[in-house]
């Protein structure tokens, strides 16, 4: 009793050069496990942020940067649900900057979880809600993400480096916000390495997952240096999942045992990046491939669209005359999305097959909810991602299990490849692997 008394009484000697000590004293106290305790503390400092906001965050961020694990976890924490309770005449500019500019400090050494959370905290600013604003979130997680190393695809940790950092990037990007200097990166080093990729967190398609945030930036991608020859990457990696029909044998039977699997999934996403990029560079498949190479590229966009009107056909009778509850079971879910990714599919197609190829359609990814038109909405391209932060995934496995769905046997018998209906989510527990050791402190902390 006597140490909650002792803690409400603090604030009263927080005035002038002792504000930031008292604010020091109640972050170390965060660390307490009572938890009436606990919450006195959390009003202690709201009550003193009120006095004297930069003052406060000096103590809070002093603990962050030198404090004992337990108590940088908290803090943190504190600044990420706290901070946005706050009035605008607490959260001044002035003292925005000050938030970014210590921010900072600790992104040189932080974790992956902490540095989702201090994501979260900035992007709240009102400072940076403006297209420099995002412009300089988007500079922090491109450092995150150490664009300028070496890529090691056989690195599961700087594999999910790059995807977790790329995840908090994609919300930021905007017809003004490019994602040039990521697309550029995932073209150039990730593309070529894409079967080869590993990840830590079970069960997870990582290379749906890479071809997804591609697909996401590819709409928002600005002027880019190797156009021709990044476009060459992606355009080489598309072929790789559009198989030539099987060779017929004189009796009109296939000669092989096998139809080619048709990866819907991953057809989507690259098509649509191809699509997005390819507007920038218009006569790349009639004046940079050859004839030979064109004619290819036909055939199997043509016996990919004669798959892809079979799956059509049968998603649609499959689905046809069901409505509201009768949509909501686990089958039919994944049978609208499996019909979204054809559709998809099927238009960007159709206009690859226009002489020349014409890169006017717009669809919105299957993945991604349609957006409305609306005049006050200040982001309104057709596919863009939303301009809110993505939601975290529910915890445990979850977040990665992913359900297939079969189309019936037949002629071009395959399978829609992995999907989910939400891939955006937390950052994998273990903490002290990969970005655990940044700086002079190596982390291993889990909440």
Not at 208 to 232: H, I, P, Q, R, Y
Not at 265 to 288: I, M, N, W
């Amino acid at each position: 009793m006597i140490r909650r008394q002792a803690i409400k009484e603090l604030p009263q000697f927080a005035t002038g050069d002792n504000l930031p000590r008292v604010a020091d004293i109640l972050t170390q106290l965060l660390q307490s496990d009572d938890s009436a305790e606990f919450n006195l503390v959390n009003n202690a400092l709201l009550s003193i942020f009120k006095m004297d906001a930069k003052g406060t965050l000096g103590g809070l961020f002093s603990q962050i940067l030198q404090g004992e694990d337990i108590v940088r976890e908290r803090a943190i924490k504190f600044l990420s649900t706290k901070l946005k309770t706050l009035p605008e005449e607490v959260m001044t500019k002035e003292v925005e900057e000050f938030i970014l500019t210590e921010s900072k400090k600790v992104l040189e050494d932080v974790t992956g979880e902490e540095f989702v959370l201090f994501m979260k905290i900035l992007s709240g600013l009102k400072s940076l809600q403006t297209v420099s604003g995002r412009q300089q979130l988007v500079e922090l997680v491109a450092e995150q993400a150490d664009l300028e190393q070496t890529f090691n695809p056989s690195d599961p940790d700087c594999v999910d480096r790059l995807l977790q950092c790329t995840r908090q990037a994609v919300p930021l990007f905007s017809k003004n916000v490019h994602s040039t200097k990521f697309v550029t990166y995932f073209c150039e080093h990730v593309l070529p390495n894409l079967s080869s990729l590993t990840t830590p967190v079970e069960g997870l398609d990582i290379q749906l997952e890479v071809l997804k945030l591609l697909a996401e930036m590819s709409s928002f991608c600005g002027d880019m240096e190797k156009l021709e020859s990044n476009l060459k990457k992606l355009f080489d990696k598309l072929l790789e999942y559009m198989p030539l029909p099987p060779e017929e044998a004189e009796n009109g039977e296939n000669a092989g045992n096998e139809e080619p699997k048709l990866q819907f999934s991953y057809v989507e996403c690259l098509l649509y990046s191809f699509h997005q990029l390819g507007r920038k560079l218009p006569d790349f498949l009639t004046a940079k491939l050859n004839a030979e190479k064109l004619k290819d590229f036909k055939i199997r966009l043509q016996y990919f669209a004669r798959g892809l009107q079979v799956y059509i056909r049968q998603l649609r009778l499959a689905l046809q005359g069901k409505t509201g509850e009768a949509l909501k079971t686990e089958e039919n879910k994944i049978k609208v999305v499996a019909l979204k990714i054809t559709n998809n599919i099927n238009v960007l197609i159709k206009d690859l097959f226009h002489i020349p190829p014409s890169y006017k359609s717009t669809v919105t990814l299957s993945w991604k909810p349609v957006q409305k038109a609306d005049a006050g909405q200040k982001r309104t391209s057709e596919d863009t991602t939303s301009s809110s932060p993505p939601k975290k995934a529910p915890a445990g496995p979850k977040r990665d299990a992913r359900q297939i769905y079969n189309p019936p046997s037949g002629k071009y018998s395959s399978n829609l490849g992995s999907f989910s209906y939400e891939q955006r989510g937390g950052f994998r527990g273990g903490r002290g692997r990969g970005w655990g050791g940044r700086g002079n402190r190596s982390r291993g902390r889990i909440y």
